[in-house]
C-alpha cells in the first residue's frame, strides 16, 4: 500500500466517522428541541441572551433534566 493510498483510506474513515457522528446527533436534537418546546415556561422570565443559552442548555441537557426531575424556575 502506498503512501497516497494510505492517506486517501484515512480521510475515507474520518469522513465515516463524522457522517456517524451527524446520524447520531440529529435524533438527539431534534428531542432535545421537543422537551425545550414542551418545558419552556421559564423563559418567559428571561430575555436576551439570557433565554437564548436557556433554551440551548436544555435542547443539549434534555435526558439529565429528564432523569434528574429538575423543575426550572
Known amino acids: 500500500m502506498t503512501a497516497t493510498e494510505n ?3 484515512q480521510r475515507s474513515w474520518v469522513r465515516d466517522l463524522i457522517i456517524l ?4 446527533a440529529l435524533p438527539y436534537l431534534v ?5 425545550a418546546d414542551a418545558h419552556r415556561q421559564h ?4 430575555h436576551g ?3 437564548t443559552a436557556s433554551y440551548v442548555g436544555e ?3 434534555w435526558p439529565v433534566l429528564i432523569f434528574a426531575d429538575v423543575n426550572l424556575e
Open 7 to 9: 492517506a486517501l483510506e
Open 21 to 24: 457522528g451527524v446520524w447520531l
Open 31 to 35: 428531542v432535545g428541541v421537543f422537551w
Open 43 to 46: 423563559l418567559s422570565k428571561l
Open 49 to 51: 441572551l439570557d433565554a
Open 59 to 61: 435542547v443539549i441537557a
